[in-house]
């Protein structure tokens, strides 16, 4: 297992966008405020050693970044807060961070074990680590970490959670890998308008020598990659569905994975592959828990809002456009009935999570502007994040796609989830999933959840 202390910085400079912004500056929005107390996002990808050395590489990724940030201002800018409360992006072309960083002792095969936890060396593959997105006032907003293994490299990219949502952070990471590869125009330009719901006069009142994180960030945690075939998805969507007709359901699969676009009669009713998969891992944790039969459980899904507006939002609107959706239910409950009775607890909710129940949220946050309680406070709870659907391996930067997605320290805590896709397509998926080393334990032995997970 690869070792602690096991990178070596070779260079750091800053990069600036090779044309200055027509943007000026970018309101802060009712998304984008809560996330001031969060960790900047770390997200990034593996590959196998580009055909052409290192320095070479890194040349291109510079000049590629230069010209990405120009397509997206904001990520080069510095928060100003004015006079009034109000959090801005001052879009002045102060640049991103691009960190050269080598660990020639670490192999592919090595740092992606089967079966075994997340090696500790992908926390260090990304700069700003624990670093709280309100220190964007005086440090950059984003920053690019290349680190050199012995026959790979891995490309980490931490922009701050104030600035992008997971939509926006793989947009702009596609489109950075888009022009490295030497595409003359970029497939889609960010829409950074600010005449949406999101766009408030309410004003958060920043505690004073800034927010702190509402997580401790010191407990002890177990982090581990599970992976879910097509095939396994299929057979929990059945068993939620209470359907054994696969073929039906190899049909519809994929319309609404955590996402009600295009909802359909039967998509509204139907439980989906996702909010399957969610619910057994949900029931499989709060198990392995054990905790009194009476105590709730909550389940928190961050979905995203662009398109259950009315009117809705651009696909690539820039910046955070996201609710958080609780689902609770006592231990009792959703252990004593079956999976499904669980994952429609899920899919209600967020069916249910329509243009109005979004612009109730946003109302209910000026009436109370506040920061996100990101953590795990009762012992009982578990957050999901990210999404299969984000393109995480349509990173191509010029020599193939990614072997593999990882991300760093930020944001993690018991019950911390991440989704992504599996990197073989066709509806596969992975969960990444932070638990305390106890319950990761349990999980390990627990059979109900283990049956679909299969090891690469």
Not at 383 to 390: A, C, E, V, W
């Amino acid at each position: 297992m690869p070792s602690s202390s096991s990178v070596t910085v070779t260079s750091k400079c800053t990069v600036y966008p090779n044309q200055k912004s027509t943007i000026k500056s970018l309101k802060l929005s009712v998304s984008d405020l809560p996330m001031l107390s969060c960790h900047y996002i770390q997200k990034g990808v593996l590959f196998n050693s580009p055909p052409y050395s290192i320095n070479d590489l890194v040349n291109s990724l510079k000049q590629s970044l230069s010209v990405a940030l120009t397509h997206f201002p904001a990520l080069a800018g510095r928060f100003e807060t004015d006079s009034d409360g109000y959090v801005h992006i001052v879009c002045n072309d102060a640049g991103a961070d691009f960190i050269q960083a080598k660990a020639k002792h670490l192999s592919v095969d090595g740092v992606l074990p089967p079966n075994c936890d997340v090696p500790h060396c992908f926390k260090e593959f990304f700069t700003f680590d624990q670093t709280i997105s309100y220190s964007g006032h005086d440090k950059p907003l984003a920053a690019v970490q290349v680190t050199e293994l012995a026959d790979g490299v891995f490309i980490g990219c931490t922009v701050n959670h104030a600035v992008t949502d997971g939509t926006s952070l793989w947009h702009f990471f596609n489109t950075f890998a888009e022009i490295n590869k030497g595409a003359m125009k970029i497939t889609k330009s960010p829409d950074f308008s600010r005449d949406t719901v999101f766009n408030s006069s309410a004003v958060l009142k920043v505690p004073e020598g800034g927010p702190k994180i509402t997580f401790s960030g010191n407990e002890p945690l177990r982090e581990r990659i599970f992976h879910f075939t097509r095939e396994s998805i299929l057979k929990l969507k059945s068993r939620a569905n209470n359907n054994s007709s696969f073929s039906q359901i190899a049909e519809i699969y994929g319309k609404s994975l955590n996402d009600n676009r295009n909802l359909t009669p039967r998509s509204r009713f139907e439980i989906s592959s996702f909010q399957s998969l969610s619910a057994q891992l949900w029931r499989s944790v709060t198990r392995v828990r054990n905790l009194d039969p009476s105590k709730p459980t909550t389940l928190r899904m961050a979905v995203n809002c662009r398109h259950r507006l009315e009117p809705k939002l651009d696909s690539h609107y820039f910046g955070n456009a996201i609710q958080s959706i609780p689902t609770i239910a006592t231990f009792g409950d959703l252990l004593s009935n079956d999976l499904r009775w669980g994952a429609d607890l899920l899919h209600n909710n967020v069916v249910a999570h329509d243009s109005d129940t979004v612009r109730r949220g946003v109302e209910d946050w000026e009436s109370a502007p506040r920061l996100f309680p990101l953590g795990n406070f009762d012992g009982a709870s578990m957050t999901m994040g990210s999404s299969p659907r984000f393109p995480m391996y349509n990173n191509d930067f010029g020599w193939g796609l990614p072997l593999a997605v990882r991300s760093g320290r930020a944001n993690k805590f018991d019950g911390k989830i991440s989704a992504f896709p599996g990197r073989e397509g066709n509806g596969s998926v992975d969960l990444e999933v932070v638990l305390a080393p106890e319950t990761m334990a349990g999980l390990e032995l627990d059979e109900e959840f283990m049956q679909y997970v299969t090891v690469v």
